[in-house]
Nanobody
Framework: QVQLVESGGGLVQAGGSLRLSCAAS????????LGWFRQAPGKEREFVAD????????SYADSAKGRFTISRDNAKNTVFLQMSSLKPEDTATYYCAADRRPMAPSRLDPSRADWGQGTQVTVSS
């Protein structure tokens, strides 16, 4: 099982930017699809973005397209989520996830993933 620790959350004004990081340990990081999800109070967890183990493919929720960028640094065992043009509706706890399937040909499966503890992002209007 991998350990995931998110950081970089905080309070930001609408239109601002934040960069979330998720540091992983416990297994060969470069072999796994990674992703970011978020959960706002009273709402279900929702997909934000994911990146393949090879870093060749990224996917985004419609709400994130054009504003968020997911990337990974395998040498540092870290996945990032660069968020810009933030909106109050982006307020949520953001979680990173690591697929348990090595070199999976399909996208990250949240039902077969390990999760971090989350980092809070609050966007004020």
């Amino acid at each position: 099982q991998v350990q995931l620790v998110e950081s970089g959350g905080g309070l930001v004004q609408a239109g601002g930017s934040l960069r979330l990081s998720c540091a992983a340990s416990g297994r060969t990081f470069s072999m796994y699809n990674l992703g970011w999800f978020r959960q706002a109070p009273g709402k279900e967890r929702e997909f934000v973005a994911d990146i393949s183990w090879s870093a060749s493919t990224t996917s985004y929720a419609d709400s994130a397209k054009g504003r968020f960028t997911i990337s990974r640094d395998n040498a540092k065992n870290t996945v990032f989520l660069q968020m810009s043009s933030l909106k109050p509706e982006d307020t949520a706890t953001y979680y990173c996830a690591a697929d348990r399937r090595p070199m999976a040909p399909s996208r990250l499966d949240p039902s077969r993933a390990d999760w971090g503890q989350g980092t809070q992002v609050t966007v004020s209007s």
